[in-house]
């Protein structure tokens, strides 16, 4: 930007020279909930009428009906059962914050039923309360498991999180009532938190906050306890604000995907890179709450991903259809050619007859031909994919005899098998939208007693069984000393492995490095308690989703028949 100078400086530096700091988050979900909030309300609603789009008689909006996302986004009905029914079920892949593998765990253990308990889902998995000891306490206590008990004088400080001190207010204001800090004193308390591990200066309160409470009447075991949870803190906690402000983008974003899945998707895609889940999981999870993906296509994908009218069981519900950007190495500047030479085609009632046609009449550089020929965005004028690959990969005419047509015999290739083409559509697409990679294994993983995704759900607690997958992402916390977390899916479904870290490094190269992995471990589950839902609640009437992980023993490669399968996953650093 003209006149301005950027200076990178460090946070910490910044607070001792006592300079203003202001966290600007660039979150990538606001741009997804924009785009999606106005494919809704372009289309007015495809799904169900629109709960959008203002009536002919609101004054305030309807002149011009002009879509304004501050508007539009308060127009989301709040606290709607289904949201919450949604959530209960850990059904959350996309949704903002609450999609991590860490918040599908907490889930159906917290079981939100209101809008306040999304911001206590947001706070509560995070370093802080976890290493602080909150968690486990706040999970009891919502659970009826032990009393909710405070000191008098602090119970309008703690009665929402249920005598459990979970955001660095609360500290602040405890500090204030049950100790005496000035409010000058409860700011440093925060600063201290926050940095207690680099300067040890949060020590320093330790005595002073147990005097205070001694002075009050609040015994020393509550002060003791709150004073390692305010260490905990250190590891990073959440302002109640911040995750009030979070929660509304997880209730906006958990409430399209709920309603409007279709826009949902398009619109994350339209977004990338952003979030847990790559493309591929993310087009998956749609597909199997019935939304229709349609692939790239040159006759008719714009740039960027877009609603269709569906076909045959998705008729009267959106599809998605995969826009040009999807192609990985296919220039912006070549789609955009492709594009408006076919909207004046159309605006003459043509339209390209064939591939020949096409390349005629949209020269196209060659490396942007052979990316859309491995993409399959030529199957709509040329059903062969090899047929398409042979051409784009020929020599060009070029000079004299550019765009002419020159009559050759045609060269009868051989398709490609299922395998080629899932690899090209990795290579090109990173997706595939009617293939797994699992599935082309299936019959001899069946043959070794490897059971699905899907078939790991309903097995027993300690039970050891065989797993096979795509790996999609690998975690490995600070806070989970040494424990690394992967997510793998098949054709079936995902599932949640869980290495110990001896485990881990006994198996590192495959563990680490493979995308496909065949694993070997025991089930664990966590089942909701009898009468811990109430199916009379809509919010809850569709059950509590149990909690599934494979603890891992053993691991082992796996290998695709056929060319390499070209997949990255999201991997710690």
């Not at 609101?58 to 009905?77: G, H, K, M, S």
């Amino acid at each position: 930007m003209e006149d301005r100078t950027v200076i990178p400086w460090d946070k910490d530096d910044l607070d001792i020279l006592r300079f203003f700091k202001i966290d600007v988050l660039a979150l990538g979900m606001l741009t997804a909930v924009r785009k999606a909030l106005e494919l809704v309300w372009s289309h007015g609603g495809l799904q169900h009428p629109s709960t959008l789009r203002p009536s002919t008689s609101d004054a305030a909006c309807a002149p011009n009906e002009v879509f304004d996302p501050l508007e539009v986004i308060t127009r989301i009905p709040a606290e709607d059962p289904a949201v919450y029914a949604m959530t209960a079920r850990a059904d959350t892949v996309g949704v903002f914050q609450i999609e991590s593998r860490a918040q599908m765990a907490m889930l159906p253990r917290l079981k939100p039923l209101c809008f306040y308990d999304l911001v206590i889902e947001v706070a509560i998995v995070r370093p802080g309360p976890i290493q602080g000891g909150m968690v486990h306490p706040y999970l009891r206590r919502r659970n009826h498991e032990e009393a909710a008990t405070c000191h008098p004088s602090l119970e309008a400080i703690l009665q929402r999180t249920l005598g459990v001190p979970l955001f660095q207010e609360q500290v602040m204001q405890i500090a204030i009532v049950g100790a005496g800090y000035t409010g000058g004193e409860a700011d440093q308390l925060r600063r201290d938190m926050a940095a207690w591990k680099r300067t040890g200066r949060l020590l320093r309160h330790r005595q002073r906050l147990l005097d205070g409470f001694a002075e009050n009447g609040i015994s020393r075991q509550f002060g003791e306890a709150l004073f390692e949870q305010i260490k905990g803190f250190g590891e990073y906690g959440f302002p109640e604000s911040h995750a009030a402000s979070f929660a509304l983008l997880v209730y906006s974003s958990a409430w399209l995907k709920a309603h409007h899945p279709a826009p949902f998707l398009c619109a994350l895609l339209n977004s990338q890179p952003m979030g847990f889940y790559s493309p591929a999981s993310l087009v998956r999870d749609a597909q199997k709450h019935g939304v229709e993906v349609r692939p790239v296509c040159v006759v008719a994908s714009d740039w960027d991903n877009t609603l269709d009218l569906g076909e045959g069981p998705a008729l009267g519900k959106p599809a998605v259809r995969l826009g040009l950007r999807m192609v990985k190495g296919l220039s912006e500047q070549s789609a955009r050619r492709l594009i408006e030479s076919r909207r004046v085609l159309e605006q003459r009632g043509s339209g390209f007859s064939d591939y020949a046609d096409l390349v005629r009449q949209v020269p196209l550089p060659k490396l942007d031909l052979e990316a859309l020929a491995e993409a399959g965005a030529f199957a709509a004028l040329e059903r062969e994919r090899r047929q398409v690959l042979w051409s784009a990969r020929a020599p060009q005419q070029l000079g004299l005899f550019q765009g002419l047509r020159v009559s050759e015999p045609r060269a009868e290739l051989p398709a490609l098998d299922p395998v080629e083409i899932l690899a090209l559509d990795y290579e090109r697409v990173r997706l595939s939208i009617d293939d797994h990679p699992i599935r082309h294994l299936r019959q001899q993983l069946r043959a070794r007693s490897v059971i699905t995704t899907a078939e790991l759900g309903v097995r027993p607690a300690g039970q050891r069984v065989r797993v096979a997958g795509l790996v999609t992402a690998r975690q490995r916390p600070g806070t989970a000393s040494g424990v690394v977390f992967v997510t793998m899916e098949d054709e079936t479904g995902i599932a949640n492995l869980i290495f110990y870290s001896s485990v881990f490094e006994a198996h590192r190269s495959v563990a680490q490095h493979s995308p496909l992995l065949l694993v070997t471990g025991k089930v664990e589950r966590h089942d909701p308690k009898p009468g811990s839902v109430d199916l009379s609640d809509p919010r809850q009437a569709n059950g509590v989703a149990p909690i599934i992980h494979l603890m891992v023993e053993s691991v082992e490669r796996l290998k695709m028949p056929g060319p390499r399968l070209k997949h990255s996953s999201r991997d710690f650093r």
